[in-house]
C-alpha cells in the first residue's frame, strides 16, 4: 500500500529565511505525488504536483518540490516565505485515491 | 469560475439529530470524494462516487450515507451524529480515478455537534 509520511508536524520560520517541508513516500509502483496547501478553515489547494519527467517541480506562490528516487522523498521548499504562507501543508501520494500525510504546519515568524 | 461549492461553511448539530451536508460543482467531474478532517489530522477519505457507482472505504461507519442524485451534486448524511463526529468535512472532485488525477475541494464544512 502507499504512505506518505510528514516527518515534522510544525516548522517555525522567520520571515524572509528559506523553508523546507519533508515528505517521504513508500510505494511499490508508479508514484504521482502532491503538495496541498490549506488556509485555516479552508479547503485544500494544490500547489504542485509530480506525475513524471523532471524532477524539480516548480508550483504556485513561488513553491517547488525535488522527487528524489533513491531517498523516496519529495521535499517541498521555497526560498523566501512570506507570513501569508502561514498554513497547514499536506503530502499525498495517489494510486487509485489520495492519501494524504499528517500535515505540517508552517509558522511565519516576525 | 468552475468549482465546488460547499454547504453549509459551518453546522451546528443536536447529539443523534440527523444532519445533511450538501456539496456541488461545475467542473463537470466524473468523481466526487467526502473526506473527514478532525483537528490536525490528515483528511481521511469516507467515500466517493464515480458517475453513480458508490464506493464505500472499509473502515468508514454505517452512520454516515451518501447520496448524488446527479453530476453536480453529492450529499453526506450522518444518520446520528455522535460528539466524535465533530470534524471539517471536505468534499472534493477529481475528473477520473487512478494515479495522478488531481483532485479539486471545496472550503469544506465545520460540523459542531452539541
Known amino acids: 500500500a502507499q504512505s506518505v509520511t510528514q516527518l515534522d508536524s510544525q516548522v517555525p520560520v522567520f520571515e524572509e529565511a528559506p523553508v523546507e517541508l519533508r515528505c517521504n513516500y513508500s510505494s511499490s509502483v508508479s508514484v504521482y505525488l502532491f503538495w496541498y496547501v490549506q488556509y485555516p478553515n479552508q479547503g485544500l489547494q494544490l500547489l504542485l504536483k509530480y506525475l513524471s519527467g523532471s524532477t524539480l517541480v516548480k508550483g504556485i506562490n513561488g513553491f517547488e518540490a525535488e522527487f528524489n528516487k533513491s531517498q523516496t522523498s519529495f521535499h517541498l521548499r521555497k526560498p523566501s516565505v512570506h507570513i501569508s504562507d502561514t498554513a497547514e501543508y499536506f503530502c499525498?501520494?495517489?494510486?487509485?485515491?489520495?492519501?494524504f500525510g499528517k500535515g505540517t504546519r508552517l509558522h511565519i515568524l516576525p | 469560475d468552475a468549482m465546488v461549492i460547499q454547504n453549509p461553511r459551518y453546522q451546528v448539530t443536536q447529539f443523534g439529530k440527523p444532519v445533511t451536508l450538501s456539496c456541488s460543482q461545475t467542473?463537470?467531474?466524473?468523481?466526487m470524494y467526502w473526506y473527514q478532517q478532525k483537528s490536525s489530522q490528515a483528511p481521511k477519505l469516507l467515500f466517493h462516487y464515480y458517475d453513480k457507482d458508490f464506493n464505500n472505504e472499509a473502515d468508514t461507519p454505517d452512520n454516515f450515507q451518501s447520496r448524488r442524485p446527479n453530476t453536480s451534486f453529492c450529499f453526506l448524511d450522518i444518520r446520528s451524529p455522535g460528539l466524535g463526529d465533530a470534524a471539517m468535512y471536505l468534499c472534493?472532485?477529481?475528473?477520473?480515478?487512478?494515479?495522478?488525477?488531481?483532485?479539486?475541494f471545496g472550503q469544506g464544512t465545520r460540523l459542531t455537534v452539541v
Open positions: 499525498a501520494v495517489s494510486d487509485d485515491k489520495i492519501i
Open positions: 467542473l463537470n467531474h466524473n468523481v
Open positions: 472534493a472532485t477529481s475528473r477520473v480515478t487512478g494515479g495522478g488525477t488531481e483532485a479539486f
